[in-house]
T-cell receptor
C-alpha cells in the first residue's frame, strides 16, 4: 500500500541552526501539506502546496519557514533559524485532490525535531 | 474560525464493549470530516472519511456518522479490543479553504483485558 515517508525520524539541533525535513508523498497525489504537533497539543496546519505554489499557510508559517518540491518526488520543509518553540513533531501529508474534492489526507510517521 | 472539540478526553473500557467517541465543530460549512488514529509517538492513520454530503461511513468494526447541520460527528467502535487502544482524532476541512484540516484535541482510548 502506498505511503508517505519522512526523514529523518528524529533530529536534534542547536537554536539558530537551519533544518530541512524531507518527505516523499504518495506518487499520484497532487496536494502536499505540512502539519506540526507540539507535545501534548493539537495537530496544527502549517502549509498546503499545489502546482509548485503555496496554496494556503497558517500564521505559524512565517518567514523562517519555506517549502519546496525540488524534484518529482520530494517535498521539503526548511526552518531557517530554529527556535526552542519549534520543537515539535512535524507531519507531512498528501492527497489526490484539494478544495471541495479533497479526499483522504494520508500522513507520514513524522519527524521529531528537538531544538536545544 | 473553526473550532473542533472532542469528548471525552480520555476513556477506559473493558474489552468487548461498544463505545462512542464524539466530535463537534463550530462552523458547519465543511467539505469533509476525517477520523484518525494516533499511537503514542507515531503518525496519523486515516480511519474514515465522510464527505459533507454523506451521513455515515463504515469500515469493519468502525462506523462514523456526520450531522453537518448540528456540527457533530460520532465514531462508533464495536466489540473493542486491546489493540484499539490509541488516541482518536477528528478533523474537518472548512469550506473555502485549500484543504486545511482543523483537528480536535483527541480522545485517548484504553481498552483493558
Amino acid at each position: 500500500e502506498p505511503e508517505v515517508t519522512q526523514t529523518p525520524s528524529h533530529q536534534v539541533t542547536q537554536m539558530g541552526q537551519e533544518v530541512i525535513l524531507r518527505c516523499v508523498p504518495i506518487s499520484n497525489h497532487l496536494y502536499f501539506y505540512w502539519y506540526r504537533q507540539i507535545l501534548g497539543q493539537k495537530v496544527e496546519f502549517l502549509v498546503s502546496f499545489y502546482n509548485n505554489e503555496i496554496s494556503e499557510k497558517s500564521e505559524i508559517f512565517d518567514d523562517q519557514f519555506s517549502v519546496e518540491r525540488p524534484d518529482g518526488s520530494n517535498f521539503t520543509l526548511k526552518i531557517r533559524s530554529t527556535k526552542l518553540e519549534d520543537s515539535a513533531m512535524y507531519f507531512c501529508a498528501s492527497s489526490r485532490a484539494g478544495g471541495l474534492n479533497t479526499g483522504e489526507l494520508f500522513f507520514g510517521e513524522g519527524s521529531r525535531l528537538t531544538v536545544l | 474560525k473553526q473550532e473542533v472539540t472532542q469528548i471525552p478526553a480520555a476513556l477506559s473500557v473493558p474489552e468487548g464493549e461498544n463505545l462512542v467517541l464524539n466530535c463537534s465543530f463550530t462552523d458547519s460549512a465543511i467539505y469533509n470530516l476525517q477520523w484518525f488514529r494516533q499511537d503514542p509517538g507515531k503518525g496519523l492513520t486515516s480511519l474514515l472519511l465522510i464527505q459533507s454530503s454523506q451521513r455515515e461511513q463504515t469500515s469493519g468494526r468502525l462506523n462514523a456518522s456526520l450531522d453537518k447541520s448540528s456540527g457533530r460527528s460520532t465514531l462508533y467502535i464495536a466489540a473493542s479490543q486491546p489493540g484499539d487502544s490509541a488516541t482518536y482524532l477528528c478533523a474537518v476541512i472548512r469550506a473555502g479553504t485549500a484543504s486545511k484540516l482543523t483537528f480536535g484535541t483527541g480522545t485517548r482510548l484504553q481498552v483493558t483485558l
